[in-house]
């Protein structure tokens, strides 16, 4: 299928019950029940959890029957939501897009829903404290950011890993607000807060947790669940859609969508869980220390990204191939076989950066996080001289970028000084004459020596200065 076949819609516990509490106690024993279902046996499900992109499924009796025997039936509608709560998605985010991928690439439609209306909300799932009011203009301009996201990756997706020989689902990337915005809130809450029972809501335990809290929970995050479910509900009547995924965090709202479908319709809907990846330390993976590895190029650059998987730890590289990567479970064990035999090459690695960067940022993604890779830590002359101005920026990204005009006689000292890269005087004169300072990877220590094209300028018009060892600076060199 064309790319331009992909067909993108961008809009923007007090009293729990005992049903409940079966539901629940019965839903920690779902996982096994993948492996007990004869219809799933050779099915996506089952690859999924083979992979280790699904956790569990809700209601008890969906994992064992009825859901394997539904996505077998016909091509289904399966949804994720994603609330732009920042301008860009981060890596702890794209395992929920993985998956919507896996389920188009077999054939399912999918829907990526961005949540324009509920951002305002706050979803209180796995959060300690309520977050910080946005407004509407925040809120429309971090969704641009995210649903730019999602749309290269679906493409990416499609060009790159997608086997042309099966008919690919349709995706339609939606925002929540272009159906809230015509709601009057006595309205909503008339048709809709009828079929939702306190005690239920009460009984989440996103709801219970925050309740213990210090600071409680306000009535704007209590109702989140019930725009989640209305969300489901929603997307069930005009997309026929009956499965959502989400994570694991996301249970109790899993819940209310399934239970308001079928109290208003009669019919039965599912939830999927996605699992919550940590590293081996216990953190959030791609959160650590609080610096996110973002999935938008002018947050994290392709490099960043490629770094970032590159260094993961070896106890975690084979499950992360697994969830990360589309390569067979065949070919991760061959590979990993290999890394075994020989550590030292890193293959695994390697390999898991390659494919997480090509499938976020594309094939020129990929190629620019190795030409920084080799300019940075293989001193590659080449590398320097292929690389663009917005590449050398991504890479030094603390680095001052300036342009500068090229005089002739321009000498090594002028440009070090122009560049501020030195004191003025003869401090900065002894820190070149002393061999402190590096240019295009190559110690320079005289400080009259008049800079030449090709070996100080590089082919590209740029200059790459360092001082010490960590201190760069750029120079773009613009002609007389």
Not at 78 to 85: L, N
Not at 295 to 323: G, H, I, M, W
């Amino acid at each position: 299928m064309a790319v331009s076949m992909l067909g993108f819609c961008c809009c923007v516990s007090r009293h729990p019950s005992c049903s409940l509490l079966r539901r629940a106690r019965l839903f920690l024993t779902l996982r096994s029940k993948f492996h007990r279902s004869a219809a799933a046996s050779s099915g996506l499900l089952l690859s999924l959890h083979k992979r280790g992109v699904l956790k569990d499924s809700f209601p008890e009796n969906a994992a064992q029957d009825q859901l394997p025997r539904l996505l077998q039936s016909a091509p289904q509608t399966v949804y994720c939501g994603f609330d732009p709560t920042a301008d860009s998605l981060h890596v702890g985010n794209l395992l929920a897009i993985i998956g919507l991928l896996h389920f188009r690439s077999a054939g399912h439609n999918v829907v990526a829903l961005l949540g324009g209306a509920t951002a305002q909300i706050g979803d209180p799932s796995g959060k300690t404290s309520e977050r910080e009011r946005l407004s509407a203009e925040v809120v429309e301009e971090n969704t641009r950011g995210i649903r730019e996201s999602i749309q290269r990756i679906f493409i990416n997706h499609e060009v790159l890993f997608h086997d042309r020989s099966r008919p690919l689902g349709t995706v339609n990337v939606l925002n929540n607000r272009s159906w809230y915005k015509s709601w009057e809130v006595v309205d909503f809450l008339s048709e809709t807060g009828r079929h939702f029972r306190m005690g239920t809501m009460l009984s989440r335990h996103s709801v219970q947790s925050r309740l213990r809290s210090a600071d409680g929970m306000s009535l704007t995050e209590f109702t989140y669940q019930v725009f989640q479910a209305y969300d489901f509900y929603h997307l069930h009547q005009i997309y026929g859609c009956r499965i959502q995924l989400g994570g694991t965090d996301q249970l109790g709202n899993l819940m209310s969508g399934h239970e308001y479908i079928h109290k208003v319709s009669g019919e039965e809907v599912y939830g999927l869980t996605i699992p919550l990846v940590t590293s081996t330390t216990g953190d959030k993976l791609g959160k650590t220390a609080g610096n996110a590895v973002w999935l938008n190029r002018d947050k994290t650059s392709p490099f960043e990204l490629y770094q970032f998987f590159l260094r993961q730890s070896d106890a975690s590289v084979e499950r992360y191939l697994k969830l990360f990567t589309f390569l067979p479970l065949e070919e991760v064990e061959k590979l990993m076989e290999q890394q075994r035999e020989d550590p030292s090459k890193r293959l695994a690695h390697k390999r898991l950066a390659a494919e997480v960067t090509k499938l976020v940022h594309g094939k020129e993604g990929l190629e620019s996080a190795k030409r920084c890779t080799n300019a940075l830590y293989h001193s590659s002359i080449q590398a320097l001289e292929q690389m663009s101005d917005e590449e050398l920026q991504e890479l030094f990204r603390e680095a001052p970028f300036q342009e500068m005009l090229l005089e002739p006689g321009t000498t090594v000292l002028d440009a070090c000084r122009k560049a501020s890269a030195i004191p003025d005087g003869p401090k900065g004169y002894r820190m070149i004459s002393e061999g402190a300072v590096w240019i295009n990877h190559k110690r320079e220590d005289k400080p009259e020596q008049v800079l030449i094209p090709n070996i100080h300028i590089l082919s590209n018009g740029l200059t790459l200065l360092r001082v010490g060892k960590k201190n760069f600076h750029i120079v773009k060199w613009l002609s007389l």
